[in-house]
């Protein structure tokens, strides 16, 4: 079996024994990269010296006999808008095209002492904002399963170099939907922790109350085993959790006794496609034929979370960006009159349309005579939003539902209507505003052979939980082993 069909696992237990070299392995998946990424244009940047250099050190460990961590050969991609200290970072924005931070991310840093192989910076939104990543400043990617078709977003290279098996893992950033929905589009597993699971220290910022940063994989054994190497706590960040972290990847086998699925009806209403709605029926019923009871549940306050999370986003965003001015931070234009022309055409020339749009959102929210009427309102039903969710989890062991409305968009197709791109995040916007854990896995296609997701959600720090639930349709269905035909 090639390399790239074997999984992170496998990857590194042939390592530890000797039977595959942590270069072969680097080298196979470079020309991998080299041979189809022209097409799908996943990554913003690979070093191919840094990657092999990595795979060299770690061979000459093995070969000392000196003890491999638990990702040891197995190349790991990193979103670009975390931090690797002297890579250069940009958040694919003009803005940052010349950023070399001068530290690593607190996940990063976790890579590396476990052993794997940093394999490049993906393609995304420009500061993670959109969802189809064709708000990237330097590169459109394209969906593996068909190129006509967007991966999602934001983290879509990150979804796109999984699902192309360009590198067994990867870390995308998830603020509204940004690992889910890609990773549904893509035919992946992707998953958003539960906020302060992961540390967030090292991740560019882009709504600081709802960013989290996940693994994505083709598997949930791979997944469970990426997301116990990043969790845990880290002082850097006030809003770590310092809780246990559970051995996933140990549990993960372990089926769920009376499971008891709650099935929300708002996420069954218009606008849902029907094929996108029959493959999730038909993976609630795999769940019902092994003895899952589903339940019905209401979350009401779900048809105000895209209007709460555009103001609470935007806001947060509006502040974080603000250091962005070509002096403190960032680009700076080269023609200017005084100091404030050089200010706002540092940003309107770094800055693209979407984040531009976003920043006046934000800014609009919190100005004085607004901030009562939007943001404050908006705080008020995000509470609601998370007691909805409180009030059905004591029925239910988790909530299922669709991950987006439809199966992967075409590219352009909604470039030029904001609001119906933002509307493809309709599921999994809650999520986020309720700090809540959120799985993503593949249950089925449409008839154009594009992947459909189902969405797992679970209550705060029950990730364990949510995976032992995903692993049980992955048990009895093979909709995690296909692999989408790539043409050079």
Same mark, same amino acid.
């Given at each position: 079996?090639?390399?790239?069909?074997?999984?992170?696992?496998?990857?590194?237990?042939?390592?530890?024994?000797?039977?595959?070299?942590?270069?072969?392995?680097?080298?196979?998946?470079?020309?991998?990269?080299?041979?189809?990424?022209?097409?799908?244009?996943?990554?913003?940047?690979?070093?191919?010296?840094?990657?092999?250099?990595?795979?060299?050190?770690?061979?000459?460990?093995?070969?000392?006999?000196?003890?491999?961590?638990?990702?040891?050969?197995?190349?790991?991609?990193?979103?670009?808008?975390?931090?690797?200290?002297?890579?250069?970072?940009?958040?694919?924005?003009?803005?940052?095209?010349?950023?070399?931070?001068?530290?690593?991310?607190?996940?990063?840093?976790?890579?590396?002492?476990?052993?794997?192989?940093?394999?490049?910076?993906?393609?995304?939104?420009?500061?993670?904002?959109?969802?189809?990543?064709?708000?990237?400043?330097?590169?459109?990617?394209?969906?593996?399963?068909?190129?006509?078709?967007?991966?999602?977003?934001?983290?879509?290279?990150?979804?796109?170099?999984?699902?192309?098996?360009?590198?067994?893992?990867?870390?995308?950033?998830?603020?509204?939907?940004?690992?889910?929905?890609?990773?549904?589009?893509?035919?992946?597993?992707?998953?958003?922790?539960?906020?302060?699971? #992961? !540390?967030? *220290?090292? +991740? =560019? /910022?882009? %709504?600081?109350?709802?960013?989290?940063?996940?693994?994505?994989?083709?598997?949930?054994?791979?997944?469970?085993?990426?997301?116990?190497?990043?969790?845990?706590?880290?002082?850097?960040?006030?809003?770590?959790?310092?809780?246990?972290?559970?051995?996933?990847?140990?549990?993960?086998?372990?089926?769920?006794?009376?499971?008891?699925?709650?099935?929300?009806?708002?996420?069954?209403?218009?606008?849902?496609?029907?094929?996108?709605?029959?493959?999730?029926?038909?993976?609630?019923?795999?769940?019902?034929?092994?003895?899952?009871?589903?339940?019905?549940?209401?979350?009401?306050?779900?048809?105000?979370? #895209? !209007?709460? *999370?555009? +103001? =609470? /986003?935007? %806001?947060?965003?509006?502040?974080?960006?603000?250091?962005?001015?070509?002096?403190?931070?960032?680009?700076?234009?080269?023609?200017?009159?005084?100091?404030?022309?050089?200010?706002?055409?540092?940003?309107?020339?770094?800055?693209?349309?979407?984040?531009?749009?976003?920043?006046?959102?934000?800014?609009?929210?919190?100005?004085?005579?607004?901030?009562?009427?939007?943001?404050?309102?908006?705080?008020?039903?995000?509470?609601?939003?998370?007691?909805?969710?409180?009030?059905?989890?004591?029925?239910?062991?988790?909530?299922?539902?669709?991950?987006?409305?439809?199966?992967?968009?075409?590219?352009?197709?909604? !470039?030029?209507?904001? +609001?119906?791109?933002?509307?493809?995040?309709?599921?999994?916007?809650?999520?986020?505003?309720?700090?809540?854990?959120?799985?993503?896995?593949?249950?089925?296609?449409?008839?154009?052979?594009?992947?459909?997701?189902?969405?797992?959600?679970?209550?705060?720090?029950?990730?364990?939980?949510?995976?032992?639930?995903?692993?049980?349709?992955?048990?009895?269905?093979?909709?995690?082993?296909?692999?989408?035909?790539?043409?050079?």
């Amino acid at each position: 079996m090639p390399i790239h069909e074997l999984s992170a696992c496998h990857i590194q237990s042939e390592f530890q024994v000797g039977n595959l070299k942590a270069v072969e392995i680097a080298k196979h998946f470079l020309e991998r990269v080299r041979q189809y990424d022209s097409v799908i244009k996943s990554f913003l940047s690979l070093n191919e010296d840094d990657v092999l250099q990595q795979a060299e050190v770690l061979d000459r460990k093995r070969q000392k006999g000196e003890d491999l961590g638990r990702l040891a050969g197995v190349p790991v991609a990193l979103k670009d808008n975390l931090c690797v200290n002297g890579q250069v970072t940009t958040c694919a924005s003009k803005m940052l095209q010349q950023f070399r931070p001068p530290y690593s991310a607190h996940v990063v840093e976790r890579l590396q002492r476990e052993n794997a192989i940093l394999f490049g910076k993906c393609n995304l939104d420009e500061f993670a904002m959109g969802s189809s990543t064709e708000n990237s400043a330097y590169q459109k990617a394209c969906n593996p399963w068909n190129v006509q078709h967007t991966p999602g977003g934001s983290s879509g290279g990150s979804a796109a170099v999984v699902a192309a098996s360009f590198a067994p893992l990867a870390l995308g950033s998830d603020t509204g939907g940004s690992i889910r929905q890609p990773a549904s589009f893509c035919g992946i597993a992707g998953m958003k922790p539960s906020y302060g699971r #992961v !540390s967030r *220290y090292g +991740l =560019v /910022a882009f %709504a600081s109350s709802l960013d989290q940063i996940g693994p994505l994989a083709s598997n949930l054994s791979d997944l469970s085993l990426l997301l116990e190497v990043i969790a845990g706590y880290d002082h850097r960040d006030s809003t770590s959790v310092n809780t246990d972290v559970p051995s996933y990847a140990a549990t993960l086998n372990q089926p769920i006794e009376n499971l008891v699925i709650g099935v929300p009806d708002e996420f069954f209403k218009e606008g849902l496609e029907a094929e996108v709605e029959h493959a999730v029926r038909e993976a609630l019923k795999v769940y019902q034929e092994h003895g899952a009871q589903i339940v019905p549940v209401s979350l009401p306050h779900t048809k105000y979370a #895209v !209007s709460v *999370y555009y +103001l =609470v /986003a935007t %806001a947060e965003a509006s502040s974080n960006l603000a250091r962005y001015d070509g002096v403190h931070y960032g680009y700076r234009s080269r023609q200017y009159d005084s100091m404030i022309h050089m200010y706002s055409k540092s940003r309107g020339e770094g800055f693209g349309k979407e984040v531009q749009r976003r920043i006046m959102l934000g800014t609009y929210a919190l100005s004085s005579g607004y901030y009562d009427a939007y943001y404050k309102k908006a705080l008020q039903v995000r509470r609601l939003i998370k007691q909805d969710y409180d009030a059905a989890f004591k029925k239910c062991d988790v909530i299922m539902g669709p991950v987006t409305p439809t199966p992967a968009f075409k590219l352009g197709e909604k !470039s030029d209507d904001p +609001l119906s791109m933002y509307l493809s995040d309709i599921y999994t916007i809650s999520c986020n505003l309720a700090g809540i854990v959120g799985l993503s896995i593949n249950c089925g296609q449409n008839t154009g052979g594009l992947p459909i997701g189902l969405q797992i959600l679970g209550k705060e720090f029950e990730e364990e939980k949510v995976l032992r639930a995903g692993r049980m349709f992955e048990r009895v269905t093979d909709w995690h082993h296909r692999r989408p035909v790539m043409k050079s």
